[in-house]
C-alpha cells in the first residue's frame, strides 16, 4: 500500500458542526462512529477513529466564528477525514501543537474541552496527520489505517 | 466489581438505571477533562468506570465513543435532565456520589478496582 492520498473512493459523508455551540460538541463523532460501525465493525478501530473525529469537531466548535466541517472519505483499508472550516486560523502552529497550550475560552473548558490536548491526541493515533491554517481557514487531514489490514504500515 | 457493589462503596445512587446493570467493572478513569478522558483509548474491551464533576451531555457522548458502560458524578452533583436522556438512549449507567472525587476514586481502588491502563501509542 503506498502512503498517497488516493481518492478513489464513491464513499463520502460530510457533517457540518457549528461554530461557538459548545454543548452539542462529540454530537458528529457519534454520528460517524456510528455510521462506520457498518463498515469496520471493530471496537478499538472505531474508537480510535471516534476520538479523533470528536477532537476535530471540538476544535470546529470551540476556535472558529462559522463552525466547519467533516468529510468522511472510506476506503477498504482506511478513514480519511477532513475538517475545514473558514476561520480565524491558527495564529502560532507550533504553539497550537504543542501539548497543554490553548486558546479556548473559559466557557468551552468548564464543558472538560479546551484543554489543549486535541490536536496532538488526534495525531497520536491517526496514522496519516497535516494540517495548514491561515487567517482564511485550517484544514486538518488525517487518516485512520485498519490493522486487520495488512497490506497497510 | 458489580454496579451495585460501586454503589456501596462509594454511598451512590443510581440515577440512570438502564444500561448493562449486570457489567462486571474492572477498571476505573477519573478526570474533569474529557480530553484526557479521550486520552485512555487503548485499553483493552474491559469494562470502565468513568468518574467524573462534570454533567453535560458531553461526558456522555465521550463515554459512547470509548464503548464505556457506565459513568459516576462526584460532589453529588446535579445531573441535567438532557444529560440522563442521553445516557438512556445509548443505556449508558449514571451513578452519583455525594463524595468528592478524590475520595471515590479512594475507596474504590481499596475496594480493589483498577487504574485504567494507558500508554502513549
Redesign the interface.
Given at each position: 500500500m503506498e502512503n498517497t492520498l488516493s481518492t478513489t473512493t464513491d464513499k463520502v459523508f460530510l457533517y457540518d458542526v457549528i461554530g461557538a455551540q459548545?454543548?452539542?460538541?462529540?454530537?458528529k463523532?457519534?454520528a460517524v462512529?456510528k455510521m462506520l460501525n457498518d463498515y469496520f465493525p471493530k471496537?478499538?478501530y472505531l474508537?480510535?477513529l471516534?476520538?479523533c473525529v470528536?477532537?476535530a469537531e471540538?476544535n470546529l466548535a470551540i476556535h472558529t466564528i462559522h463552525g466547519g466541517s467533516i468529510e468522511v472519505m472510506i476506503f477498504s483499508d482506511r478513514v480519511r477525514i477532513t475538517a475545514k472550516d473558514d476561520g480565524p486560523g491558527m495564529k502560532d502552529m507550533k504553539k497550537a501543537l504543542t501539548p497543554g497550550f490553548s486558546t479556548a475560552p473559559e466557557s468551552a473548558r468548564q464543558?472538560?474541552?479546551g484543554?489543549g490536548?486535541?490536536l496532538n491526541?488526534i495525531k497520536?493515533?491517526a496514522d496519516y496527520f497535516y494540517i495548514e491554517s491561515s487567517k482564511k481557514g485550517t484544514t486538518l487531514i488525517f487518516e485512520v489505517w485498519n490493522d486487520d489490514d495488512p497490506t497497510t504500515h | 466489581m458489580k454496579i451495585d457493589k460501586i454503589c456501596e462503596i462509594t454511598a451512590a445512587e443510581i440515577i440512570q438505571p438502564i444500561g448493562r446493570k449486570d457489567v462486571d467493572i474492572r477498571y476505573a478513569f477519573a478526570a474533569?477533562?474529557?480530553?484526557?478522558?479521550?486520552?485512555i483509548?487503548?485499553r483493552d474491551?474491559e469494562p470502565l468506570l468513568l468518574i467524573?464533576g462534570?454533567t453535560?451531555?458531553?461526558?456522555v457522548?465521550?463515554a459512547?465513543?470509548?464503548?464505556i458502560p457506565a459513568i459516576m458524578i462526584v460532589r453529588g452533583k446535579q445531573v441535567p435532565e438532557q444529560t440522563i436522556e442521553l445516557a438512556k438512549e445509548n443505556e449508558i449507567l449514571v451513578l452519583r456520589s455525594s463524595n468528592i472525587m478524590f475520595v471515590t476514586c479512594g475507596l474504590l481502588y481499596q475496594a480493589g478496582l483498577e487504574g485504567s491502563p494507558w500508554k502513549?501509542?
Open positions: 459548545f454543548d452539542t460538541i462529540g454530537s463523532a457519534l462512529k471496537n478499538d474508537r480510535r471516534g476520538v470528536f477532537e471540538a464543558l472538560g474541552f484543554g490536548v486535541g491526541n497520536r493515533f | 474533569d477533562l474529557m480530553s484526557d478522558t479521550l486520552f483509548i487503548m474491551d467524573t462534570v453535560n451531555t458531553s461526558v457522548r465521550t459512547i465513543i470509548l464503548d502513549i501509542r
